[in-house]
């Protein structure tokens, strides 16, 4: 009888071990699966990136409006392509002088300055200043709060007795502002006439008038100046200035003036940038006439406002708005401002970090570091003006005139030129809603 054979653990069959190709098939897959993961998590976040940037820049439009809305103040938002920045700005009131409890003999009036030989009269409303005796002026102190950097707006009224005429404006516009540093010098014959400030921080800014009736605006050393007679005479006038923006609007009666830089030097094509967006700041006080150059004739109701510290958002880099800075302006109803906006805005956030766009020959450049308006203030047939290094810059046409464009017809072709990229649209209509 034959003997049983006995199995023991050590002779069992285990089981099958795995191969090379086998182990590397697998891990061909897991990278693969991985890497498929990662593309959809990225598309995804930059997806999710490009419409949580789209609704920042759209909260800040709105934030500005409903600023407009609740306190009766302009506002405006700026938004840089170049900087990939969008920024809003309020005007907010930091001083207001209205004579009302005036005193001759103490020379203290109710806003804590200090008047010096300026008379009591009948202003505009209740009383006003008569500063046509030499040296009288007041004094409004070196306050914190006067120390504005990236607007100021001054508002008064004024009547002079010079023998001047009442000069309408040149013609219609969209908007007189003066942009600094822009070739728009005019030319001028002999010594300008002097201008005496009716509201001055001496270095800073300045609101001043000719004895001819000419409005100048001053912001720190750049300056500019409307034709005479365009402050009528014997008659109360609410004149004002505004700077935000880099640029500078003088009014009388409420119309936007025309008006021109007073000195061609500051003009040239090397012209420092850097001060034209901000004011200077100086130890001077701010006077309602002054010491040195009385006003001919009487101040009544001067405010002065300037621009609150601004609500910011920067976009990242795989994103771009597509065309020229833009400078959006609400009225105190909070509707787009008229005197800036004869429709309403519409801008594109794209996906991609730049806009490509076809290189044909050509002396002309489009500088996206500026606004549409800006662009076409500064086209020079004589000498074609190049954007500033490290702008967003193209060639845009191949003739050295100066042609018809209209911004939305150019952006348009921007936007055209995308394909598939994907892309969020942002609207502000005439009434100041955002969508």
């Excluded at 409004?140 to 950097?149: H, K, P």
């Excluded at 609101?207 to 912001?219: C, F, K």
Aim: with cysteine; aromatic share 6%; proline share 6%.
């Amino acid at each position: 009888m034959g003997k049983a054979m006995t199995s023991f653990p050590g002779n069992r069959p285990g089981p099958a071990g795995y191969t090379l190709i086998e182990l590397l098939t697998v891990m061909a897959i897991i990278a693969m699966i991985g890497g498929l993961s990662a593309g959809a998590y990225q598309a995804a976040k930059r997806n999710y990136a490009l419409a949580a940037s789209a609704g920042k820049i759209q909260g800040i439009l709105r934030a500005a409006r409903n600023t407009s809305l609740s306190t009766g103040s302009e506002s405006f938002v700026v938004v840089d392509p170049v900087l990939r920045k969008v920024t809003a700005h309020a005007f907010e009131r930091v001083g207001e002088w209205s004579f009302e409890e005036s005193d001759e003999a103490t020379g203290l009036s109710i806003d804590r300055s200090t008047v010096h030989d300026a008379a009591v009269v009948s202003g505009r409303i209740g009383k006003g200043l008569d500063f046509r005796a030499p040296g009288s002026y007041v004094d409004c102190g070196s306050e914190a709060r006067f120390d504005l950097r990236t607007g100021v707006l001054v508002e008064a009224w004024v009547r002079h007795f010079a023998a001047s005429a009442v000069k309408a404006p040149a013609k219609e516009r969209k908007s007189e502002r003066v942009i600094l540093t822009a070739p728009r010098a005019r030319k001028t014959s002999g010594k300008l006439e002097p201008a005496l400030p009716v509201l001055r921080k001496a270095g800073a800014y300045s609101l001043a008038m000719t004895r001819s009736g000419a409005l100048e605006g001053s912001i720190g050393e750049w300056s500019v100046r409307t034709d005479d007679g365009v402050v009528a005479p014997e008659r109360w006038v609410r004149i004002t200035l505004r700077f935000e923006g880099g640029s500078i609007e003088l009014t009388a009666d409420g119309v936007p003036r025309e008006a021109f830089p007073t000195e061609e030097q500051k003009l040239s094509a090397g012209a420092k940038k850097v001060e034209r967006d901000t004011i200077p700041l100086t130890p001077a006080p701010v006077t309602i006439s002054s010491l040195e150059q009385s006003f001919p004739g009487q101040i009544d109701e001067v405010k002065l406002s300037g621009t609150t510290e601004p609500l910011l958002y920067m976009w990242g880099g795989f994103e771009q708005v597509l065309g020229w800075k833009k400078v959006i302006h609400f009225d105190r109803f909070g509707h787009l401002d008229p005197r800036y906006h004869t429709e309403g805005v519409r801008m594109v956030l794209a996906e991609l970090p730049d806009v490509d766009v076809p290189q044909p020959t050509t002396v002309v450049v489009v500088d996206y570091s500026v606004t549409f308006d800006e662009w076409l203030s500064r086209w020079d047939t004589n000498s074609p003006q190049l954007a500033p290094k490290g702008t967003n810059r193209s060639p845009l046409i191949s003739t050295t005139e100066r042609p018809s464009l209209r911004q939305s017809v150019e952006e348009a072709n921007l936007e055209a030129k995308l394909g598939g990229a994907r892309r969020i649209p942002i609207e502000v209509d005439l009434l100041g809603v955002v969508k």
